[in-house]
Structures are given as structure tokens and as C-alpha cells.
């Protein structure tokens, strides 16, 4: 066995008695292993939370929880990992009910060293088998996924982005995920979490940042005490507090502020944060994803975004493909939708007309998957047989991309009111040369109120 390949494996050793903790603890050093040491079942647990371990040796007579319960509760939270128990001489019955339960040996006291190692080097074999066998999986899996946690597209760009997910599910690296709105960024967070085996018990907590003002959105993640602020009447938990254990998902993360930039940098530089109104260190123990579909770059460029914390969160980066770059992923998504609303209107419509897929292909999409599902719904609704046929359509002609061609049809009323404030709001933010706080002033709202309107007219930064 190489010493070196032991060091990809952690082990628990879980024994009151201190001697004979220390003493595997020493044995197993030596191998080249990561070894913990835990003198309770509970402790152990709480160890087995903050990182994987793949090996656990623990005594059957613990202080409170048993070696017994441990060995339980270890086979029902953590499948892969391997337990041995040790048990005392005469209390061989207990043994065989912890083999009854999974573990994977018993060795009885007093403890035999090369029996021990031997047992090891059997698990880290059956460990390295479990692992080149998922991998190859994942090498034939990766020839072409059709989908992946929900996701549909089998496009090279969208296989770039299961394999990121693949990579990344378990490991604890802040994730920045960009794209234009529409594109599947909280898809793609969701995916990580639920990708992630530890995490994906825990909760998964999503927070539109560009939606809340700023002392909200601060006391959401943060939480706050009693008094902190008007209407703060009681102490509340923040949401990086509820996500203990799980992942944070911050959308829109340009709108955080500047002092709200230093908090969250903090948080993830020292993993502390503190309550509104309260002086006290909370330690944060959640995977952070934030996402936004502004340049970031370009924001630090400008001074609106803290140039640390930007490379803080740009560990890991994913980049959401705008639809129109992968045309053909449209057919597997639009009967994707077609299906769902189909189904969820009690619907028979099965299938789109070759004239409909063609104009679909041929559009730009500027709201990407979200612009594609609100048009296939809209379409189901008003599909009168089973074939989307072009009269189906509502406002068709949007998706004949301008050629200058267009006639003049009728405009509805909302068109008439909404197109010249999407036009207005366009022109004061190329005023103001696409800064949102100058703009948000000129227009007289404040700034999630011009930020819901780019959002609802698809106004993307032209600045980009
Ligand atoms: N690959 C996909 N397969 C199926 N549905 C998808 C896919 N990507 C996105 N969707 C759907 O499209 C809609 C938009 O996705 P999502 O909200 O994740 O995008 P977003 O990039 O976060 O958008 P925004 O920036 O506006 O918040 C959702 O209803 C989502 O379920
Ligand atoms: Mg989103």
C-alpha cells in the first residue's frame, strides 16, 4: 500500500479511553492517512459534519450515544463510509448485531495491530474500486448528458457546465454563476446543492438581493437583535444562520452595497459574520453561490464592486450560455415545456408544427429559456389541437426578427404603455453611462425599483 495514496483518505477514530485512541491515532499517522480523533459518539458526528470521512473506528462502549447508535446513525447519513468497532472480550454478540447493521469488521480488545492495518487496507481497496468504478460511469455518462438535475440541453456548452457542477458539488468553493437573465442561473445553484451528498440534506436558501433595500437585506442574511432597528422587535436568525450545513444562494449579487460588500467579505475571508445591532462573532458553515448577470468586471472597473471581494467569489466560475448560442438545445427544451404545460392544463398538445420549431430556431431569445417557457405556455394555452400551429401563437410576430420588414399590426394597450418606459429607461441609463444609482436618482425611484424594471423589460447593460 503507498503511503502517499493514503492521504486521500480520512479516518475517525472514536474511543473515551485515551490511550488506545492515541495509539491508532499514531499507527495511522504513520500510514500516510488524515486522521481525527473523537472521544464521544457525539463529538464524532459533529467532526463527520464539517468534512467527509471515509473510514471510522470507534469503540462499542461510549460515554452517552453508543458505538452501536454511532455506527447507525453513520450508515444512514453517510452511505460510503466505512465503520470497524471495537469491542471488549465476552461481548460478542454486540459485534454481530454491529455486523448485522453495516459495520464492516469487529476486532476485539486487546487490539492486534497488524490485524487492524489489514482490515484497513481491505476497506481503502473496496474504497478505490467504488471509486474508479463511478468514474468510468461518469467518463461514459460524459460522452453526452441529454439533462442533468432537471436541466435539459445536451449542447457542448451545457456539457462544460454538468461537468463544472460534477467537479465542484463537493467541495466547499464559492461558486460565481453568470448569464443573462433567463439563462438558468438558479437552476444551476440548485443543481450544486443537490449535487453535493453532505450538503443536500441541509437547507438550501435562495435570496434575490436586487429585491430588498439595503438594511433588509442585511438583517436577512445576517439577522439582527431586538431594538437593532425600527421594527426589529424581537432577535431574529439570518439566513446564513438557517443555511448551517447547506448552501446560500445570493442572486443579483451587484446589488449588494458597499458596506454590505465588506460584511460578506469577511464572511467569506474569516467565515464570521455578526447580527445587526449585536457585537458578537457568528461562525457562518454555509457553501455561498452568488450569481448575477451584469459584468462583474466592469462594476469593479467602476468603483461599484470591491475588487477582493470580487476575486474572493470568482474561485469557481460558471458561465450560463445564452440561448441563441446553443440553437440546438431549443427542440429538446420546447418539448420539454410543451409536455409540462401541456400536462399541467390538461392539455393534449404533443408536439410544435415544423413552422413554429423554425421561427423558434431562428429567434434570438433575448429572455432565453424563461422568454422560451412563457412562450410555449402561452402557445399550449392556446393550442386548439394537438400541433402548435403558428395561429397558436400569441404576438407571433415577435419572434420574426426585426428586418425592417414588419407591418404595422395593432399594438395591445399594455405594449403602447410599457414600450415607452422600457425606451425611456433606456435612454436616461445610457445618460447616466449605465450607472444604476445616477439613473435610479434622474428617474426618481430608487434603486431595486429601476432594477425590477430592467429585470421585467429584459433591459440588459449595454455597456457589457
Ligand atoms: N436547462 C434548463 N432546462 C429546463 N428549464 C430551464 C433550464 N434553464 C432554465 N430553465 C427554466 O427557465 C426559467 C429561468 O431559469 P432561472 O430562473 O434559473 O434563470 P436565471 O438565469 O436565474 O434568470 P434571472 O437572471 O432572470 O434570475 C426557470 O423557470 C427555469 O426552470
Ligand atoms: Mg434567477
Redesign the pocket.
Known sequence: MDKRDNQNYSMLIVDDEPLIRESLFEIFKIEGFRVQMASTAEEALILMEKNPVHIVITDLKLPNMSGLELLQQVKKDYEQAEVIVITGYGSIETAVEAMKIGAFEYITKPINDSEIKLIIANIVQKIRLIEENTALKGLIAKDRRQ?FA????SSER?QSVYNIIDSVASTNATILIT??????????AKAVHQSDERRRKRPFVEISCGALSETLLESELFGHVKGAFTGAIKDKEGRFEYAKGGTIFL?EIDAFSPSLQVKLLKVLQDGLFERVGENVSRKADARIIV?T?QQLTKLVDEGEFREDLYYRINVIAIQ?PPLRDRRDDIKP?AD?FLEMFSRANNKTVKEMSDEVLALFKSYSWPG???EL?NAIEGAVIMAKGDVIQLSDIPNSTKFEEEDGSKSAEIKSLKQVTEQPERDHIISVLNDCNWNRNKAAAALGVNRTTLYNKM?KYNILDAKK
Open positions: 439533462s432537471g436541466m435539459i440541453g451545457m448569464g443573462e437573465s433567463g439563462t438558468g442561473k438558479g437552476m444551476v442572486d450569481a448577470n450560463m427544451l420539454h432565453n429559456i424563461r417557457e429585470k
